[in-house]
């Protein structure tokens, strides 16, 4: 079953973190293969709930770009480097392809060989010698086991086409002789004696008996065809492994490379073959440009958001199958209709509750406190005001199945999160920043929680110094950063100086001003946001 990735913004918070592990969790158990992630470092409030009941942190999910290995190749295809050109030759013509990828040793990519190859090869190859092995020469011509002693067969092709005194007289054999000739006795007994590496007798023609206890005296490798002399020449050369006409400098694909980024280069390269490789160039299959229309983009789900800016990269191409959010609708598209779950709550985790009790899944107790975690920390204890009678309804019910003081577990958890210790002023502003457009002008907003005001207020102009320069990365007009006292219930507002004017009309403040504090203001989605765009919309 193909997997789907559930994951909450680029900044991922409790709330986020929890929601996409205990989503996952619920599908898992109505039978859908899922796997929670995260886009960015999970903060300490986080890895505290994670840390308290138990609970693996996700894996981190870099993008959701279509690679190589969502497209449907041909995995598996490819041929040994000892095989014979002529299986290779009827391997590529069976399958339909033009040219396939050879492997030695533990499958590792040796090149490519096409049809273009092989023909070159028998119009134009060297004829004259044999670079092969006992077996692949007896597939090749059809032939006939009469002595093996060598597996290997390499050497100098002789047909013995002179009449007996011709042959004796111009031709010295050696070691390093194969001979190809029908039932001239005279000619076995003289290649024996020389000890050649090989002879055919082609013709199905008998070999004296004499003969035959010599070559096993002399220890003589022997095959018999049913093949004449004429097509015996003609075939034998295709019993030379594929390796000896591999391309040098072949071109190879990973899987995990970007299809965009394939296309484009394969524009430049005009071929229609490309072996696909792992990061150990281990080969793993062929892909055909006629196989990238058969597209397998990623399967995920949201939680948390919905906004592409706040998503995971490449998510434009990624197939979106669901989204559970608890903020207001943006422009979010989909190419198919989807589950989508959207409600006036505090947080994403009190919607996931619901789905459990929906599904009639019994809730674990792990999964338990990572879902009154992430309740807890997006509603402040319950005391922001965008939480709502069902919030407070399921953080007594989960509560109550945990058998644990809410308030205390909240409070320690807002503690090991409030800690500006060892942070660096970027991180400290970046922690959790989110980004927003409307009207074509795009802003970040980012909040804390800490219990640490003085150690921003003290380092004021470093700390101004440091949000302009996040404000340019991101390419915004305006950033700011709430630093939310959870005692006070209230939040100190530090900005980029073009942000003045809009946050002056937007909390009705002319007195504005760096760490102005505002009593009452802890919740970005209800209350810093809809001031915002009430006045750049």
Same mark, same amino acid.
């Given at each position: 079953?193909?997997?789907?990735?559930?994951?909450?913004?680029?900044?991922?918070?409790?709330?986020?973190?929890?929601?996409?592990?205990?989503?996952?969790?619920? $599908?898992?158990?109505?039978?859908?293969?899922?796997?929670?992630?995260?886009?960015?470092? +999970?903060?300490?409030?986080?890895?505290?709930?994670?840390?308290?009941?138990?609970?693996?942190?996700?894996?981190?999910?870099?993008? #959701?770009?279509?690679?190589?290995?969502? %497209?449907?190749?041909?995995? !598996?295809?490819?041929?040994?480097?000892?095989?014979?050109?002529?299986? #290779?030759?009827?391997?590529?013509?069976?399958?339909?392809?033009?040219?396939?990828?050879?492997?030695?040793?533990?499958?590792?990519?040796?090149?490519?060989?096409?049809?273009?190859?092989?023909?070159? =090869?028998?119009?134009?190859?060297?004829?004259?010698?044999?670079?092969?092995?006992?077996?692949?020469?007896?597939? @090749?011509?059809?032939?006939?086991?009469?002595?093996?002693?060598?597996?290997?067969?390499?050497?100098?092709?002789?047909?013995?086409?002179?009449?007996?005194?011709?042959?004796?007289?111009?031709?010295?054999?050696?070691?390093?002789?194969?001979?190809?000739?029908?039932?001239?006795?005279?000619?076995?007994?003289?290649?024996?004696?020389?000890? #050649?590496?090989?002879?055919?007798?082609?013709?199905?023609?008998?070999?004296?008996?004499?003969?035959?206890?010599?070559?096993?005296?002399?220890?003589?490798?022997?095959?018999?065809?049913?093949?004449?002399?004429?097509?015996?020449?003609?075939?034998?050369?295709?019993?030379?492994?594929?390796?000896?006409?591999?391309?040098?400098?072949?071109?190879?694909?990973?899987?995990?490379?970007?299809?965009?980024?394939?296309?484009?280069?394969?524009?430049?390269?005009?071929?229609?073959?490309?072996?696909?490789?792992?990061?150990?160039?281990?080969?793993? !299959?062929? %892909?055909?440009?006629?196989?990238? +229309?058969?597209?397998?983009?990623?399967?995920?789900?949201?939680?948390?958001?919905?906004?592409?800016?706040?998503?995971?990269? !490449?998510?434009?191409?990624?197939?979106? #199958?669901?989204?559970?959010?608890?903020?207001?609708?943006? &422009?979010?598209?989909?190419?198919?209709?989807?589950?989508?779950?959207?409600?006036?709550?505090?947080?994403?985790?009190?919607?996931?509750?619901?789905?459990?009790?929906?599904?009639?899944?019994?809730?674990?107790?792990?999964?338990?406190?990572?879902?009154?975690?992430?309740?807890?920390?997006? @509603?402040?204890?319950?005391? &922001?005001?965008?939480?709502?009678?069902?919030?407070?309804?399921? +953080?007594?019910?989960?509560?109550?199945?945990?058998?644990?003081?809410?308030?205390?577990?909240?409070?320690?958890?807002?503690?090991? !999160?409030?800690?500006?210790?060892?942070?660096?002023?970027?991180?400290?502003?970046?922690?959790?920043?989110?980004?927003?457009?409307?009207?074509?002008?795009?802003?970040?907003?980012?909040?804390?929680?800490?219990?640490?005001?003085?150690?921003?207020?003290?380092?004021?102009?470093?700390?101004?110094?440091?949000?302009?320069?996040?404000?340019?990365?991101?390419?915004? $007009?305006?950033?700011?950063?709430?630093?939310?006292?959870?005692?006070?219930?209230?939040?100190?507002?530090?900005?980029?100086?073009?942000?003045?004017?809009?946050?002056?009309?937007?909390?009705?403040?002319?007195?504005? =001003?760096?760490?102005?504090?505002?009593?009452?203001? +802890?919740?970005?989605?209800?209350?810093?946001?809809?001031?915002?765009?009430?006045?750049?919309?």
């Amino acid at each position: 079953m193909e997997k789907i990735y559930i994951f909450g913004h680029q900044r991922p918070d409790t709330d986020a973190t929890t929601a996409a592990i205990t989503l996952s969790y619920l $599908k898992n158990q109505i039978g859908l293969n899922t796997e929670p992630r995260v886009l960015g470092h +999970v903060n300490d409030e986080t890895k505290y709930a994670l840390d308290y009941f138990k609970v693996k942190e996700p894996k981190y999910l870099n993008d #959701v770009r279509l690679q190589l290995k969502d %497209i449907k190749y041909h995995k !598996g295809f490819f041929v040994d480097e000892k095989m014979p050109i002529k299986e #290779v030759y009827e391997f590529i013509s069976k399958n339909i392809v033009t040219g396939v990828p050879v492997v030695g040793k533990d499958k590792e990519f040796l090149g490519i060989v096409t049809l273009k190859d092989i023909a070159k =090869e028998m119009f134009s190859g060297n004829i004259k010698s044999l670079d092969s092995t006992y077996e692949n020469i007896i597939n @090749t011509i059809n032939g006939e086991k009469i002595l093996k002693y060598d597996e290997e067969i390499d050497g100098n092709l002789i047909v013995a086409s002179y009449k007996s005194k011709t042959f004796f007289d111009n031709i010295a054999l050696t070691n390093k002789d194969i001979l190809l000739v029908g039932d001239r006795h005279q000619i076995h007994k003289y290649a024996i004696e020389s000890k #050649v590496k090989l002879l055919i007798v082609t013709g199905s023609l008998e070999i004296d008996k004499e003969n035959l206890e010599l070559a096993k005296k002399n220890k003589i490798n022997i095959i018999r065809t049913s093949l004449d002399t004429f097509e015996t020449a003609k075939l034998i050369n295709l019993s030379n492994e594929i390796k000896t006409i591999l391309h040098e400098n072949s071109i190879s694909f990973k899987e995990t490379d970007f299809y965009d980024d394939f296309v484009e280069e394969t524009k430049k390269l005009k071929h229609n073959n490309y072996p696909i490789v792992d990061s150990k160039n281990k080969c793993l !299959g062929l %892909i055909r440009i006629t196989d990238i +229309v058969e597209k397998n983009n990623k399967k995920v789900i949201l939680v948390d958001h919905q906004e592409f800016e706040q998503s995971a990269p !490449g998510i434009e191409e990624a197939e979106i #199958v669901e989204i559970v959010d608890h903020h207001k609708i943006s &422009s979010v598209s989909t190419k198919l209709p989807i589950n989508f779950r959207n409600m006036a709550v505090g947080s994403s985790n009190t919607i996931i509750h619901e789905l459990y009790k929906e599904s009639d899944v019994k809730i674990p107790n792990d999964m338990a406190g990572l879902m009154l975690s992430g309740i807890l920390s997006d @509603t402040l204890i319950l005391q &922001s005001p965008t939480t709502t009678e069902l919030d407070k309804k399921v +953080v007594e019910e989960l509560a109550k199945q945990l058998k644990l003081d809410y308030k205390k577990y909240a409070v320690e958890m807002f503690k090991a !999160g409030t800690s500006l210790k060892g942070k660096t002023k970027e991180e400290i502003i970046t922690s959790d920043l989110k980004t927003f457009t409307s009207n074509d002008i795009k802003f970040a907003v980012g909040q804390i929680f800490t219990l640490d005001i003085d150690s921003i207020k003290n380092d004021m102009t470093s700390f101004l110094d440091e949000l302009q320069k996040v404000n340019d990365s991101l390419g915004c $007009k305006y950033t700011m950063l709430a630093i939310t006292d959870v005692i006070k219930n209230g939040s100190f507002v530090i900005y980029t100086e073009e942000f003045k004017e809009v946050l002056s009309s937007g909390f009705n403040n002319e007195a504005f =001003e760096q760490m102005t504090y505002i009593d009452g203001l +802890v919740s970005r989605k209800k209350q810093i946001v809809p001031a915002i765009l009430s006045v750049i919309e």
